[in-house]
Nanobody, 120 residues
Framework: QVQLVESGGGFVQPGGSLELSCAAS????????MGWYRQAPGKQREFVAR???????TYADSVKGRFTISRDGAKNTVYLHMNSLKPEDTAVYYC??????????????WGRGTQVKVSS
C-alpha cells in the first residue's frame, strides 16, 4: 500500500522561502513521475509541479520561475523548494505520483499534506 508523508510547511512572510519534503513507502520514486499538488481554502486541488523519471520538470504557470522540484532516489524523497512566496500560495500541499496529463496516479490515496501560509 502506498503511503505518502509530506512535511516542511509553515508560516512565512511574502517573499520568503520554504522547502517541502515528501517521503513514501509502497512506491519507488525513481520508477514513476512524482509531483506536488495544492489545495487552497474553498478551492479544488490543483497541480503544482512534476518531475519525470528522467528528471524532466514541469510546473504550473502560477509557480514557474519561483518553485523548483527535485528528487533524491536514495532517500525515496521528493522536494519542492519555494521562493518568492505570495499570499496566493497559501494552501495545503500534497505529493503524489503524476501522469503526463498532471493527474494523480493514486487519486484515492493522499497523505495528510503540509500547510503553507503566506501572510504579512
Amino acid at each position: 500500500q502506498v503511503q505518502l508523508v509530506e512535511s516542511g510547511g509553515g508560516f512565512v512572510q511574502p517573499g520568503g522561502s520554504l522547502e517541502l519534503s515528501c517521503a513514501a513507502s509502497g512506491v519507488t520514486f525513481s520508477t514513476v513521475p512524482m509531483g506536488w499538488y495544492r489545495q487552497a481554502p474553498g478551492k479544488q486541488r490543483e497541480f503544482v509541479a512534476r518531475i519525470s523519471r528522467d528528471l524532466i520538470k514541469t510546473y504550473a504557470d502560477s509557480v514557474k520561475g519561483r518553485f523548483t522540484i527535485s528528487r533524491d532516489g536514495a532517500k525515496n524523497t521528493v522536494y519542492l523548494h519555494m521562493n518568492s512566496l505570495k499570499p496566493e500560495d497559501t494552501a495545503v500541499y500534497y505529493c503524489n505520483a503524476v501522469f503526463t496529463d498532471n493527474s494523480p496516479y493514486f487519486p484515492n490515496n493522499w497523505g495528510r499534506g503540509t500547510q503553507v501560509k503566506v501572510s504579512s
